[in-house]
């Protein structure tokens, strides 16, 4: 019963879409890899190639772009192509910072 209620609770205040698009995001984000990419970017404070993040992550080229389409989908991260590389850019950097230190201050260790 009590689930029930919830259920529809949750359905009332967030629609299919954007449910979708929050799991998303924390999906993403769950992920240590793809959490260090997006630290990186936010750090540096300019895009970034991937071939530059995978060499400072060591890890394998193909693992970082696999782990960049999962923030693209995301709407996490921009990547657009120079030349024959392709550079990364990160979305909403004040939005992840904040969610980052949310995470970090209150939820314990």
């Known amino acids: 019963m009590y689930a029930k209620i919830l259920n529809v609770v949750v359905k009332y205040l967030y629609s299919d879409v954007e449910l979708q698009k929050i799991s998303a ?19 540096t404070k300019r895009p970034l190639h991937i071939k530059a993040v995978a060499q400072n992550l060591q890890l394998d080229y193909g693992a970082v ?4 389409e999962v923030l693209k989908k995301a ?21 992840i910072k904040q969610l980052i230190e949310q995470v970090k201050n209150k939820v314990p260790a």
Do not use: C, D, T
């Open 25 to 43: 995001v924390f999906n993403a984000l769950s992920n240590k890899s793809r959490l260090q990419i997006m630290l990186m970017l936010i750090e």
């Open 65 to 68: 772009y696999r782990h960049v």
């Open 75 to 95: 709407n996490l991260l921009e990547v657009y192509e120079v030349g024959r590389s392709r550079v990364l850019s990160p979305f909403n950097i004040e939005f």
